[in-house]
């Protein structure tokens, strides 16, 4: 996982014409400003959640969710690019919070757990588990 400026073409989404919640435009200058390289491709996520914003606004969607998904060995507490990408992940969902579109991030090792509980997809999980949950 090798770190970036998050700043990738987003300059072009500070533009008048989208109908951005108000203070959007204030993540977009923290990140376009941002000055260390990230582990978390914040730009990637900040234009998906602009793809739903107006696809919620133009289609009157009552709710949506951006949800990101991201792969963790089972010890990644024990190494610091993870500890990093978690706490990248904690100060997005943080600076994104109240725009309408709450941010949901999951390890697979979470969602594994989530899908886990139900019966209907309990042998593809145990499949899931054995080729993505490992030490490194």
């Not at 900040?46 to 949506?64: A, D, P, Q, V």
């Not at 979470?110 to 490992?134: D, P």
Request: overall charge positive.
């Amino acid at each position: 996982m090798e770190p970036k400026l998050p700043n990738t073409n987003l300059e072009k989404y500070l533009s008048k014409d989208l109908k951005l919640p108000e203070g959007f435009n204030e993540v977009l200058k923290y990140y376009l400003n941002c000055k260390e390289k990230l582990h978390l491709d914040a730009a990637q996520l900040l234009k998906h959640m602009i793809g739903l914003l107006m696809e919620k606004f133009n289609s009157n969607i009552k709710t949506t969710n951006l949800i990101y998904l991201y792969w963790v060995p089972l010890n990644w507490r024990d190494i610091d690019i993870y500890q990093k990408h978690e706490e990248e992940i904690n100060i997005f969902k943080a600076k994104t919070f109240g725009f309408l579109l709450p941010v949901n991030a999951y390890s697979y090792v979470e969602f594994l757990n989530m899908l886990e509980k139900n019966k209907k997809t309990e042998n593809i999980v145990k499949k899931l588990k054995e080729r993505y949950l490992f030490e490194i």
